[in-house]
Every structure is written in C-alpha cells, then in structure tokens.
T-cell receptor, first 113, second 112 residues
Framework: EPEVTQTPSHQVTQMGQEVILRCVPISNHLYFYWYRQILGQKVEFLVSFYNNEISEKSEIFDDQFSVERPDGSNFTLKIRSTKLEDSAMYFC???????????FGSGTRLTVV | QKEVEQNSGPLSVPEGAIASLNCTYSDRGSQSFFWYRQYSGKSPELIMFIYSNGDKEDGRFTAQLNKASQYVSLLIRDSQPSDSATYLCAVVSYNQGGKLIFGQGTELSVKP
C-alpha cells in the first residue's frame, strides 16, 4: 500500500534555529497538508497546498512557517526560528481528492530546547 | 472555525463488547466524515469514512451518519485489547477548503 514518508522521525533543535521537515507524498496525490499535534492535544491544521501554491493556512501558520514542493516530489515545511511552543508531532498528509484518501505520514517529532 | 466535538473519555469496555464512539459537528456544510485510530506516539490511521446518511460497515466497524442531527458515530463490535487507542473523528467541508478538521479524540480502553 502506498505510503507518505516523513523524515526525520525525530528532531531536536535549539530555540531560534531553523528546521526543515520533509515529506514524500503518494505519487498520484494532488492535495498536500501539514498538521501538528502538541502532546495531549488535538490534531491541528497548519496549511494546505495544491497546484504548487498554498490554498489555505491557519492562524498558527505565521511568517515563521513556509512550505514548498521544490522538485515535484518532496514537500517541505520550514520553521525559520523555532520557539519552545513549536515542540509537537508534525504530520504530512496527502490526498488524491478532497473526498477521501487522506493519508498520514508517520510524523516528525520536533523537540525545541 | 467550525468545531468537531468528542467525549475525551476514557471509555472502558470489556473484551468482546461493543464500543460506541460519538462525534458531533457544527458545520452543516460538512460532506465527508472520517474515523482515525491513533496509538500513543503514532500517526493517525484511517479506519473508515462515510458520506451518506445511514450506516456503513467494514468488518467489525460500523460508521453511522445522521446529517440532520449533525452526528456521526463509530461502533466497534467484538472489541479486542488491541483496539485500545484514541479514536479521532474528522470532517471535511468544501466551505472550509477541503481540509480535515479534527475532534479532540476519545480514548478507548478494552479490558481483557
């Protein structure tokens, strides 16, 4: 069964450093998303991406965050200057349509110290 | 932001019993409804989705949707200890850009 691949699985970074979280979505999927889940809390939407541009972003997705799909396969989330409160699991999701097939990657656990 | 509500639990059922998980949503424009299972420290795993009013069955799982009441449920028959996890309800509405909107999840514990 096709998978969404995320790397790294765990990243520890110092506050103020930049991090890049990487995702390889399922190849025929068209819609891409980043979600995060702070420990013990609900899964929260960050940003959606379609046709090589952001289609929607949440209030969480401020100027510190950016996404891109530089080579048509990888989908990256960059956090420019990490804060302690950015510590969370970050999930990449891809889907073929907006009806079904939302597939989660295995996640990146980001720890900001 | 439209909301999705679930009881956080924990819901405890004995092995072999039926577990019933409930979810309500506030956006009447919601069109697709999903149940995910999440084990601690892992990513959500899709169990099933439903679009139409009524029941949809897949093995031991049945999803039930009532759009008039804005209510979706998941029944797990013959519950097993391996079903112990957090169950996430999510909805998609084209009014909200087609993204998944999650409830806070219900923790299920199946006791042997």
């Amino acid at each position: 069964e096709p998978e969404v691949t995320q790397t790294p699985s765990h990243q520890v970074t110092q506050m103020g450093q930049e991090v890049i979280l990487r995702c390889v979505p399922i190849s025929n999927h068209l819609y891409f998303y980043w979600y995060r889940q702070i420990l013990g809390q609900k899964v929260e939407f960050l940003v959606s991406f379609y046709n090589n541009e952001i289609s929607e972003k949440s209030e969480i997705f401020d100027d510190q965050f950016s996404v891109e799909r530089p080579d048509g396969s990888n989908f990256t989330l960059k956090i420019r200057s990490t804060k302690l409160e950015d510590s969370a699991m970050y999930f990449c999701v891809s889907s073929e349509s907006q009806l079904d097939g939302y597939t989660f990657g295995s996640g990146t656990r980001l720890t900001v110290v | 932001q439209k909301e999705v509500e679930q009881n956080s639990g924990p819901l405890s059922v004995p092995e072999g019993a039926i577990a019933s998980l409930n979810c309500t949503y506030s956006d009447r424009g919601s069109q697709s409804f999903f149940w995910y299972r999440q084990y601690s420290g892992k990513s959500p795993e899709l169990i099933m989705f439903i679009y139409s009013n009524g029941d949809k069955e897949d093995g031991r799982f049945t999803a039930q949707l009532n759009k008039a009441s804005q209510y979706v449920s998941l029944l797990i028959r013959d519950s097993q200890p391996s079903d112990s996890a957090t169950y996430l309800c999510a909805v998609v509405s084209y009014n909200q850009g087609g993204k998944l909107i999650f409830g806070q999840g219900t923790e299920l514990s199946v006791k042997p």
